[in-house]
């Protein structure tokens, strides 16, 4: 599996930014994908995840009504639409692929993209 990120960038407190995630080399529907980041210093979390089994979404709590994940299956994409940006948002954002995990644990998910950074200015 293979997975390239791209979208990160910088912007100001309340803005926004759209996180891609092209994924290739397997069948797109027999994953769980999700996005996850790591702050300097700080453990890596998952920020959302789309199970395969059901569709069934998992959000970080901090993300909650600002954060939306999201995929175009013919074009084997999932995407994080990131509203109301926070500088706590600041980090490398990654995103992650297994066909056997139902949640979003970083730890479980065993292919991941290079990253892309996100930076939220106050």
């Known amino acids: 599996v293979q997975l390239v990120e791209s979208g990160g960038g910088l912007v100001q407190a309340g803005g926004s930014l759209r996180l891609s995630c092209v994924f290739s080399?397997?069948?797109?529907?027999?994953?769980?994908i999700g996005w996850f980041r790591q702050a300097p210093g700080k453990e890596r979390e998952g920020v959302a995840c789309v199970s395969s089994r059901n569709g069934e979404i998992d959000y970080l709590d901090s993300v909650k009504g600002r954060f939306a994940i999201s995929n175009d299956k013919a074009k084997s994409t999932v995407f994080l639409e990131m509203n109301n940006l926070k500088p706590e948002d600041t980090a490398v954002y990654f995103c992650?692929?297994?066909?056997?995990?139902?949640?979003?644990?970083?730890?479980?998910?065993?292919?991941w993209g290079r990253g892309t950074q996100v930076t939220v200015s106050s």
């Open positions: 992650a692929a297994d066909p056997w995990v139902e949640n979003c644990h970083a730890a479980d998910y065993g292919s």
């Open positions: 080399g397997e069948s797109f529907d027999d994953y769980s």
